[in-house]
């Protein structure tokens, strides 16, 4: 394969991985919203169903009530905070970085061979190449050309 086509996968590659992870970060950031939204309206309908259930039927003044609702508002938002923070890479996402590792791999093999193929087959190679038979030949009595 060819160092073009090798760079041409690996940024298909690249491309790929970047399009999938925005779709995996702008649907969590939607679901989030969502939730968020919903969230806003279940604090306001459970803030009024917790503190009076904390006034009427478990007897607490109106600052025992008030200080359990707000410890329930700690919580969720503890919660809901640490179940926004995580996020899991697609199937497709790993597959893609896999492909697009291997072309990096074989890029770079490539290159090395073709450096090593370079310098071997150079103009300094052949010079020294040409200088070690001359060497060769004087030592065992031939001359060398000229």
Not at 106 to 118: C, F, K, M, P
Not at 121 to 140: D, K, M, Y
């Amino acid at each position: 394969m060819r160092i073009g086509e090798i760079g041409k996968t690996i940024i298909d590659g690249e491309l790929t991985l970047r399009k999938l992870m925005a779709i995996r970060l702008g649907r969590q950031a939607a679901f989030l919203v969502v939730a968020a939204v919903f969230g806003g309206f279940a604090a306001i309908t459970g803030h009024a169903l917790l503190w009076a259930f904390c006034y009427q039927t478990l007897g607490f003044s109106v600052l025992g009530a008030s200080v359990a609702v707000f410890a329930a508002d700690i919580l969720a938002a503890f919660m809901f905070a640490f179940m926004g923070r995580r996020s899991y890479m697609t199937p497709e996402e790993i597959r893609v970085r896999f492909a697009r590792e291997h072309a990096l791999n074989e890029l770079r093999q490539t290159v090395a061979l073709s450096a090593v193929v370079g310098t071997l087959a150079g103009p300094v190679t052949r010079h020294t190449g040409r200088a070690i038979w001359n060497l060769f030949q004087t030592i065992f009595g031939r001359r060398p050309r000229a």
